[in-house]
């Protein structure tokens, strides 16, 4: 069974990422707008008819703006914890397909079988996912991490032995600091309910390389305090002894995993 792992697009403007097995695929997050949505997806080489379940990580709207619209025309499961569902719960389009879950669940759906975990952020209930896909006796898993203030055993526990990771590495600590965003929001960002910085990003990515991890993607970056270079080069640096094949998601574009 053909395997797609891949961020339709991922930034503060929008985020969404793409897993694919054979003919189904499952949406993490389904930021932007429905219109980006569809043309990403068909970008992946999936129809939006073939989504069979959309998982949020948390209710922030870089993360579910695409919903209202795609889901009247793509009407779905949406599983999401309960906690952060008020933010669709007013949305026609969208009340009647939410599944409500804890914090900490599982739910397969087709040959994907989807385990949450939690992740400290400034949201209700923000999660993180891991993904166990069936192919037969075959297991692939790939780990789901963005929008995380610091390095938790859960989330350790959640992305180890995953074959694929997609992981936050938010910002550059000195162009944040140096940057023109106003104290506040610096202190947000930097808080352990904020976002993870390209460092405490390299130092999990080797952690996971040493237990196996195979492919690591890093997402999430911000626009005015980080670049794809300095992202890319941290994580490499800390993970070059390792055989692991490492990329960036890009804001706007299609980005391959797998």
Do not use: W
């Amino acid at each position: 069974m053909k395997l797609h792992i891949c961020s339709l697009y991922s930034g503060s403007s929008g985020n969404s990422f793409l897993i694919g097995a054979g003919e189904d695929c499952i949406l993490i997050d389904a930021g932007k707008n429905a219109k980006r949505l569809c043309a990403a997806i068909r970008a992946c080489g999936y129809a939006p008819e073939q989504v069979r379940a959309v998982f949020v990580t948390h209710e922030h709207s870089d993360h579910i703006s695409a919903l209202p619209i795609f889901l009247k025309k793509y009407p779905v499961p949406v599983h999401i914890a309960a906690a952060c569902a008020y933010r669709l719960e007013a949305r026609e389009t969208a009340e009647p397909l939410l599944v409500r879950h804890p914090p900490l669940y599982t739910e397969t759906v087709g040959p994907f079988t989807v385990t949450s975990f939690p992740t400290p952020h400034d949201s209700r209930a923000s999660v993180g996912y891991r993904v166990e896909i069936a192919d037969g006796e075959r297991r692939y898993r790939v780990g789901y991490a963005t929008d995380i203030g610091y390095v938790t055993p859960e989330i350790r526990e959640g992305l180890s032995d995953c074959q694929a990771v997609i992981l936050e590495s938010n910002h550059d600590p000195e162009m944040l600091e140096n940057g023109s965003y106003p104290e506040e929001l610096k202190r947000r960002i930097r808080s352990r309910r904020g976002h993870l910085s390209n460092p405490e990003c390299a130092v999990l990515a080797a952690r996971l390389a040493a237990c196996g991890a195979e492919r690591i993607m890093l997402a999430h970056l911000s626009r005015e305090n980080n670049t794809p270079n300095a992202a890319y080069g941290e994580t490499l640096g800390a993970v070059a002894n390792e055989a692991v094949t490492l990329c960036v998601a890009d804001p706007e574009e299609v980005t391959f995993l797998l």
